[in-house]
Nanobody
Framework: QVQLVESGGDLVQPGGSLRLSCAAS????????MAWYRQAPGKERELVTR???????NYADSVKGRFSIARGNAKNTVYLQMNSLKPEDTAIYYC???????????????WGQGTQVTVSS
């Protein structure tokens, strides 16, 4: 079994900052990529940013220059630094990973339970 646990969601004023964390645990052999998605009320889930095992990253146009994804020093941890937050960033943020599990063949895609980010004055 593999588990992704997110933390750091909160209520923040426009222009503020938050840092989300995601920790992967369980029978993990290696992680191919980790990503953050978000889903706002009434909207489809969308990719926010992804980081590959080699360190390359990509971002949705809506968050470029404001959000930053980085791996933590702790193994299998990833952070999302969100600056200059806007009301339209309000959503549930989900951690996602493509990984290989010990004793299993093939890549697995795993989701966290989500953490709420609300940007409002």
């Amino acid at each position: 079994q593999v588990q992704l646990v997110e933390s750091g969601g909160d209520l923040v004023q426009p222009g503020g900052s938050l840092r989300l964390s995601c920790a992967a645990s369980g029978s993990i052999s290696s992680i191919n990529s980790m990503a953050w998605y978000r889903q706002a009320p009434g909207k489809e889930r969308e990719l926010v940013t992804r980081i590959l095992s080699g360190g390359s990253t990509n971002y949705a146009d809506s968050v470029k220059g404001r959000f930053s994804i980085a791996r933590g020093n702790a193994k299998n941890t990833v952070y999302l630094q969100m600056n200059s937050l806007k009301p339209e960033d309000t959503a549930i943020y989900y951690c996602n990973a493509d990984l290989y599990m010990l004793g299993f063949i093939g890549i697995r895609n795993t989701w966290g339970q989500g953490t709420q980010v609300t940007v409002s004055s």
